[in-house]
């Protein structure tokens, strides 16, 4: 988010021992001379409008950088002084600069907000019991479950069967080369589309000011600079658009799937009759064999076809069966 600078405003403080409101540049009480406190608070002057400063001398000493306190008698000089106005010390020598970036309240705002409550001791709730107990156990429930499915999935048992049938389905997909339509930026449309019509979108929102953004800025408030004078400033953020675009373009589509099945015969690919704006895309082919062995059937299927072909009807095979009855490997007996 960028911060948008508007101008800078005087600012006032309050002498800690008379009251006097004073000018935020200002380093004495203007009334009992007192000097400003280190810890100072600015507040702004004029509540409803900004009334922006025209003095170049003060507009440099805001940008020029926080005052600087005094490390011997406190006193506050220019970030610009080398040594103090006040005692004469150098300044160099440990001053301490004063803290920037806080909002400035106005006058009002700072005596409606009412201060923080004391802080109250945490009181801990009495833990429920019951409540532990159900927790724990559906945690141990659901772990139980777990280990339960990994036994059921990985304990297996060995038997042997014999291949009683087997099945396979093999499927081509029939592209056309068609025209269609489609939306995209402008700067993501293909070279060989043909744009139909374009409009402007938002696309994003950018920290920084860029090309073709609308800035979206939120309420102006003061921030401290350090010197006795508020900057007034803007959240910003920019919102970007560009053009999004309709356009239409030849592709390959899929129009139809062909599918060849059978059972004991060797698996073949579908031959479709093409048209001469047609080609064949992606194809597929399943296989499945049907085992008989200790009294219960098994079905197996895969997409390796030298295992479907030794796979012939009455062929002996050891099958690893896990505790849901699943094949989880098998082998051809010799």
């Known amino acids: 988010m960028a911060r948008k600078r508007l101008g800078f405003i005087p600012l006032i403080w309050k002498c800690a021992y008379c009251e006097t409101q004073n000018p935020g540049p200002i380093k004495t009480c203007t009334a009992c001379g007192a000097p ?3 810890d100072v608070e600015f507040t702004r002057v ?6 922006f400063i025209k003095d170049e001398a003060l507009i440099r000493m805001a940008k020029a950088g926080p005052d600087i306190h005094c490390p011997f008698c406190g006193t506050r000089n220019p970030n610009t002084a080398d040594t103090c106005s006040n005692c004469g010390g150098e300044l ?11 909002i400035v309240q106005t006058t009002s705002e700072k005596e409606q907000t009412p201060p923080p409550p004391p802080a109250q001791p945490m009181q801990k709730k009495p833990a429920s019991k019951g409540k532990g107990i159900i927790l724990i156990i559906g945690i141990i429930a659901i772990l139980a479950c777990l280990i339960a499915a990994i036994m059921l999935l990985t304990n297996t048992d060995d038997i042997n069967a014999t291949v009683t049938d087997r099945t396979w389905q093999r499927s081509i997909v ?3 080369y068609q025209t269609v339509s489609r939306s995209n930026w402008s700067d993501e449309i293909p070279a060989d589309a043909e744009v139909e019509s374009c409009s402007q ?4 929102t950018s920290d920084e ?5 609308t800035e979206v800025c939120g309420e102006p408030y003061v921030v401290d600079t350090g010197t006795g004078v508020g900057e007034v400033v803007q959240d910003c953020t920019y919102e970007v658009y560009d053009d999004y675009c309709d356009y239409t373009i030849l592709e390959w589509v899929a129009v139809n799937t062909v599918t060849e099945t059978g059972a004991f015969s060797s698996p073949a690919w579908p031959s479709p009759n093409l048209l001469a704006d047609q080609r064949l895309g992606q194809q597929d082919e399943t296989y499945t064999i049907v085992f008989r062995g200790d009294g219960e059937t098994y079905s197996y299927t895969t997409n ?3 295992l479907f072909l030794s796979a012939v009807s009455g062929s002996e095979w050891t099958l690893s069966i896990n505790q849901l009855g699943g094949i989880q490997s098998l082998n051809l007996n010799n």
């Open 36 to 38: 400003q406190p280190e």
């Open 46 to 51: 004029d509540e409803e409008t900004f009334n």
């Open 92 to 102: 160099s020598m440990g001053g301490k600069a004063r803290e920037t970036g806080d």
């Open 174 to 176: 029939i592209e056309e």
């Open 201 to 204: 979108r938002y696309r994003y």
């Open 209 to 213: 000011p860029v090309a073709n953004a």
């Open 304 to 306: 390796d076809l030298e």
